[in-house]
């Protein structure tokens, strides 16, 4: 009885010790952001100097797939390589974001043709695109009979800067 109750406390000894968990093989891995792998990260953006545009601070992280276009192509460039829980302070210069202003995306309509709540110069306006989809512009000069309407991106010809912070990185194979 002694010797098999010997064998079982060796036994036990020697491999008790061993076993991985799921869990800390998962962590183990320590993977980096790479095309394919579903990242989390915290983000400020700011423009054109400390100017805050959106954050993620007190909310639930962004949570996209690397190399899928869901971000822009220079961010996801700075992002490549990162490991989780790495900060990194990136700077897109407008030609990598959402390009210049272009002065062909001004147009003028009759005032006819803004809705009376919507005549004032800083509106939002959704409109009806060529495809049939919504599209957002601003009033950016208006008078008696006319309106110049801008159909540039919210942050075109913008310096964005993006304070981030890797989250977590996962491979998409532990979703399947």
């Known amino acids: 009885m002694k010797k098999i109750l010997c064998a079982a406390v060796c036994f ?13 093989k998962n962590e183990s891995l ?4 790479s095309d394919n792998r579903i990242v989390s990260i915290d983000y400020t953006l700011y423009a054109d100097g400390n100017t805050i545009v959106e954050t993620t601070k007190g909310k639930k992280p962004l949570i996209y797939v690397q190399g899928k276009g869901q971000l822009l192509n220079a961010l996801e460039k700075e992002l490549a390589g990162m490991r989780k829980g790495q900060k ?3 700077v ?3 030609e990598d974001g959402y390009g210049e202003i272009r002065k062909d995306y001004f147009v003028e ?11 004032a110069e800083g509106k939002v306006l959704t409109v009806t695109g060529k495809d049939g989809g919504p599209v957002n512009c601003v009033v950016k ?17 913008k310096i964005l800067r993006y304070k981030v912070e890797v989250i ?3 491979d998409r194979m532990q979703f399947n």
């Open 12 to 24: 036990l000894a020697l491999f008790a010790g061993t076993g991985i968990s799921n869990a800390e």
């Open 30 to 33: 320590d993977l980096s952001v």
């Open 88 to 90: 990194k302070n990136i």
């Open 92 to 94: 897109i210069k407008p």
């Open 109 to 119: 309509v009759p005032i006819e043709e803004v809705p009376e709540a919507s005549r």
């Open 141 to 157: 000069k208006i008078d008696a009979t006319k309106a110049v309407l801008d159909f540039n991106h919210s942050l075109a010809g």
């Open 168 to 170: 977590d990185v996962k």
